[in-house]
Structure formats: structure tokens, C-alpha cells
């Protein structure tokens, strides 16, 4: 019997539970009528918002209980002056309608109302908080000269506590010590606010440097790929022109070719230089080069980034290599995927890239294009057959440890090849590895993450 009762005891009773929950539901409220109301107050202009403070503390100063409420320095013998007394309240509140543009003249308005008022020995007023509120917009809001308004300040509370101990004030003089140093407290926390104003405003700005130099960046890689490729394989094909003149039909095709390689050149340039324009309209209404829908998105099941590149698609990029008289095998390993974006367009730059330097430095030579399929990383390689198995200038414009071969007499590379392909590799936390093989040749590898669910 004594265990039930305990157990009972214990237990929350449905009213008890009920109410419970309408307190949490309360809360919730409040809560949520606090961000709304804080969010609101934040969203309007600042000039708008100091004018309303002047009117709220104003109003607060004549109504009761809060009408007797404030500051008194010196606690001298109240004096009444009704009108007098209003005058200098409304002295004290007013000048907060412009704390924030103009906080000397703040500071100077609502301190003399203030030094007035207290040495007058009028009656307590809600107004009297006006001076601290001054005191905070001067250190928060004052952008030059706020060295200069120590002195002023300071000898201004000196005469102040001056004419109230001439007027019998029954202070003591550490009294006023620390009452000024109250005062300096308020003003050093309007300071240190302003400060965290200042470091945040210049965080926005790096972030925003740093996110425009990257996206210069990327937009730079995205170019190189794109010029590089294309006028590569129209310079192959048009330099091969010559040698086909006797017969007509192949004449006809190498032409047609060149046609639309600069065609999808345009179409992707086009591309790019819509999001260089940063409109996003280019880039959200435009379609992929080659015919293809951008690589991933659709297959992701979700809206692609509208800053993201239009890619092609491996097999037209495989086939459009070789309609240039590159051979290009095509191996594709396991199951494939929906790639992430990021990793999608990757690999098909990486590819891009690699047969392009395929194209320039070991052209007519048999190229391999190998692509595994895994369900957290795609292992990618592009290798090229050496001429005789001896290893020579292969799909790549530089060694991995950045020494540049010696150029080709028809083809000089522009350094940024396996550079740019390192760097968006390592980006996706991948490995990179370039250069030639034992066997003759040059291959590029990666291993590219995908984060196991696409």
C-alpha cells in the first residue's frame, strides 16, 4: 500500500499533464510573437525606428506608474515647476529621434536637458533614462570623432556634480565617482557593440571577396575546358582538311564536323557567360550543350544549381572525339549512378580535358576512356598509347610535379590543364594522380567521392 501511494504521488494527474501542456503551448506562442516582433522591429529603416523610440520613452515619461520612475543625482530638495519640468523631459526624450544619424547632438541635447533638470531639483521623470540611451548612441552609432567627445563628456559630469554639491547635494564625493563610472560603462557597451558591428560587416566582406574570387575561379576553369576542347578539335579537324580533298564526301563531313563543334563551343560559351552576368536567367532557361540535359540533375530528382555549368553527356563527348579521327574506347564498369552535380560535372570535364590533350599530343594514337561505377566514389581514367612503347608527350600539358615537357612543334599548352583538373578533383576531397606509364603513354586518373547516395 505504501509503494502504490508513492507511485501515485509521482505520477502527473491528467490536470497536471493539461496543464502542462497549455504552459508549453504558451511559451511556444510568446516565443513566437517574440521573433516576429524582434524580426519586424530589425526589417524597418533605422531613422523610423529612433523617431518611435523618442515617441514610446516620451509617452512613458507622463504616464503613470512609470512617470516617477528615473535618474537622480544629487537627491536635492524637489523643487515643482510643473512647466518647467516638462520642458526639460521632452529636452531628455526628443533628441533620440536622431541617436543613431547624429549621436553628438544627442548626447548634447538630452545632457544639457539632464544637467538642468537634476540641478534644478525637479521631480524624478521616466525621461532621465534618455541620457543613458545617448550615452549607449554615441557608442554605438558615433563613426568620427568619438575621442574627441571623452573630454567634453567628461569635464560636462565634473561641472554637474560640481554645481550639485554647491547646491547642498548630500553626496559624498566617491558618490560621484561612481555614478561617472556607470555612465562610462553604458557608453563603453554602446562601443563594444559597435565594434562587433564593425567585425561582422568586415567578415560579410571577406566571405563575399573570397566567394567572388572563387566563382572567378571557377568560371575561369570552366572556360579553359570549353575553349580549350573545342578549338582544339576544330583546329585538328580543319588541319586534316587538306589531306581528304580527293575525296569529296569525307571533305563534306570533316566540314560538318567543324561546324558543330563550334557550334556547341558558342552554345556553352553562351552558357557561361549568362551566369558571368550573374542574371541566372541564362543559366535557368538555357539547355545543355550537345543535346543533352545537364549531367545528374534530372537522375538527382531535384532542381540543379542554377550556377552550375551545362554539361553533355560521356558517350556524345566520346563520339564526338572520335568523328574529330581521335580513336577513343569507351569502358564503363559497374553500375551507373546518379551523381551528385558537383561530382557529375567532374568527370565530365576531367574527360573532357584529357581527351583534348589527347588530341594535341598524341593524335591518332588509340586512347582508353575508363569510367568505374561504385556506390561512394567513381574511379575515372584516361590513358593514350605512347608512339613505339616509349613514353612521350601524352594527354597531359604537365607533370604532376608542375614541370611542363617540352611543346610539341604544331600545339603549345597553356599550363592550366591537369592543374584545373587537380584542383576540382581535391575540391571534392578525391585523389588526383597524373603522368606516364611504365608501359608508354600517359594516363590521368581520379578517384572521385560521391557521398554513397546521390
Known amino acids: 500500500m505504501r509503494r502504490e501511494s508513492t507511485d501515485s504521488a509521482r505520477s502527473p494527474g491528467p490536470d497536471e499533464t493539461a496543464g502542462t501542456r497549455r504552459a508549453a503551448r504558451m511559451e511556444a506562442v510568446c516565443a513566437g510573437w517574440w521573433r516576429t516582433g524582434t524580426a519586424w522591429w530589425q526589417g524597418r529603416p533605422r531613422a523610423a525606428r529612433d523617431r518611435e523610440l523618442a515617441f514610446v520613452l516620451t509617452v512613458l515619461s507622463f504616464a503613470e506608474p512609470l512617470a516617477g520612475v528615473g535618474a537622480r543625482f544629487g537627491d536635492l530638495p524637489t523643487r515643482h515647476a510643473p512647466v518647467l519640468a516638462v520642458l526639460l523631459a521632452l529636452g531628455q526624450t526628443l533628441p ?58 567628461v569635464a560636462a559630469y565634473a561641472a554637474l556634480s560640481v554645481v550639485l554639491h554647491a547646491r547642498g547635494a548630500p553626496l559624498p564625493p ?21 565594434g562587433r558591428r564593425t567585425a561582422e560587416a568586415e567578415r560579410r566582406r571577406l566571405v563575399a571577396v573570397a566567394a567572388t574570387a572563387t566563382e572567378r575561379s571557377r568560371l575561369a576553369r570552366e572556360l579553359h575546358d570549353v575553349v580549350t576542347h573545342h578549338v582544339t578539335a576544330m583546329v585538328v579537324q580543319s588541319d586534316a582538311a587538306p589531306f581528304l580533298m580527293a575525296s569529296p564526301e569525307r571533305v563534306t563531313e570533316a566540314l560538318a564536323a567543324i561546324s558543330g563543334t ?111 561505377y561504385g556506390h561512394e566514389h567513381v574511379d575515372i581514367e584516361v590513358a593514350n598509347d605512347g608512339p613505339d612503347g616509349h613514353a612521350r608527350q601524352g594527354i597531359g600539358d604537365a607533370h604532376d610535379d608542375g614541370r611542363h615537357p617540352a611543346p610539341g612543334p604544331r600545339h603549345v599548352s597553356g599550363g592550366r590543364g591537369l592543374g584545373g583538373l587537380r584542383e576540382r578533383v581535391r575540391m571534392l576531397g578525391g585523389d588526383f594522380t597524373a603522368g606516364p606509364r611504365t608501359d608508354g603513354g600517359f594516363s590521368v586518373r581520379a578517384c572521385i567521392p560521391t557521398g554513397g547516395d546521390a
Not at 566617491?174 to 559597435?194: C, H, M, N, P, T
Request: charged share 20%; proline share 6%; hydrophobic share 45%.
Open 96 to 153: 533620440l529621434a536622431v541617436r543613431a544619424d547624429r549621436p553628438a547632438l544627442c548626447l548634447t541635447l538630452v545632457g544639457l536637458a539632464f544637467g538642468v533638470h537634476q540641478s534644478l531639483g525637479l521631480p524624478q521623470t521616466f525621461a532621465s533614462m534618455g541620457l543613458y540611451l545617448a550615452l549607449y548612441s554615441v557608442g554605438a552609432h558615433a563613426e568620427r570623432g568619438r575621442r574627441l567627445l571623452v573630454m567634453p563628456a
Open 262 to 372: 563550334g557550334r556547341r563551343a558558342l552554345a556553352e560559351l553562351r552558357y557561361l557567360l549568362g551566369v558571368l552576368e550573374a542574371t541566372g536567367e541564362s543559366a535557368a532557361n538555357g539547355s545543355a550543350p550537345g543535346g543533352s540535359a545537364p549531367g545528374g540533375s534530372a537522375a538527382n530528382g531535384s532542381a540543379p544549381d542554377s550556377r552550375a555549368p551545362a554539361r553533355g553527356d560521356l558517350r556524345d563527348l566520346i563520339e564526338q572525339t572520335r568523328r574529330g579521327g581521335q580513336p577513343v574506347d569507351l569502358i564503363e564498369e559497374g553500375k551507373r549512378l546518379p551523381l551528385p552535380i558537383g561530382a557529375d560535372l567532374t568527370v565530365y570535364r576531367l574527360v573532357q580535358e584529357s581527351l583534348t590533350n589527347a588530341v594535341k599530343y598524341a593524335s591518332g594514337r588509340p586512347t582508353r576512356v575508363t569510367v568505374g
Open 174 to 194: 566617491q558618490d560621484y565617482v561612481v555614478i561617472g563610472l556607470v555612465l562610462a560603462a553604458v557608453w563603453g557597451g554602446g562601443a563594444v557593440v559597435r
